[in-house]
């Protein structure tokens, strides 16, 4: 893989750094299926995707650090597979000559609680949070968000957080399946089960974390399993409150693009603020023999993800 960019006169630049990015693995040793809606899950074949990630990451050589955006055990994996199944998973990322930078999706939590979640992807959390920052280059920095902080999974049954996600749902979505959209409308459709919000302590670490970046002249992107933008994914896997997320990033100017999985589909959009949204085509529903993953290739300016095969090429400009 070129880890130069040709310019428009043809002259090479170099970027300041490159990472690679991987979405929604879901990996279970069980028959293929379907979403849902019918899409096709190849629950064996994503794991062959993530193992051909990391032999392209480390052919590379340039990578600094990867970022897995999530999901990495599907739900329908036998919960007594659930721990050995997250390991193996977890191996295959360790092959990564770099480190790994994980994020919690639900499928994570329907297989694990986050107590045990948050030392097995060994998050840099504080104080046991799955929500962190790190700063790779001088100028960047990079803020992993925790879309399931307020969430009715992963939490015990009788923690305040999942009594505050089960009253929020209770007021919110009418179905007595709470996981189903079904009656909502527009934005609404995103008061599901499987989806979560970032709390009121997170939000103001976030707030602190951009306040200082900005003090630092620092380019910040976010990376978070649910999308934060109603243009770059759909309504039902938006992040329940990720007007609230936004408000706070839009009261800076650091904050150049926000990175997501969970709408497998992926998608792209560029907000009133000049701010990239960009979701990242899942590892799960590539069809034998075909690949999503890529890589980023940072410079002065913009971002440029390269992906392969079902994972779209896209470069985005920083306003
Ligand atoms: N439009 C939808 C999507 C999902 N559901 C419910 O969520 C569960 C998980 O969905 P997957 O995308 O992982 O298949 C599914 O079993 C449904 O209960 C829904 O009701 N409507
Ligand atoms: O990865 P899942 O199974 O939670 O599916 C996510 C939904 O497709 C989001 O719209």
Redo the contacts with the bound molecule.
Sequence with gaps: MASTSVFANGQMKKPLFSFGVISDVQYADIPDG????G?P?YYRHSLLVLQRAVDKWNNHKELKFSVNFGDIVD?FCPKEKSLETMQTVIKEFEKFNGPVYHMIGN?CLYNLPRSKLVPLLKMPANHGCAYFDFSPYPGYRFVVLDAYDISAIGWPKDHPKTMAAMKFLQEKNP?A?K????GLSGLE?RF???NGAVGKEQLTWLDNILQDSTRQQQNVIICCHLPLDPNAAAA?SLCWNYDEVMEVIHRYKCVKACLAGHD?RGGHSLDSHGIHHHVFEAALECPPNTNAFGYIDVYHGKITLFGIDRMVTVEMLFN
């Design positions: 379907h979403s849902f809606l899409i899950r739900g499928h179905n399946d996981n189903s959209p079904s459709k599901v089960m499987f039902e497998h």
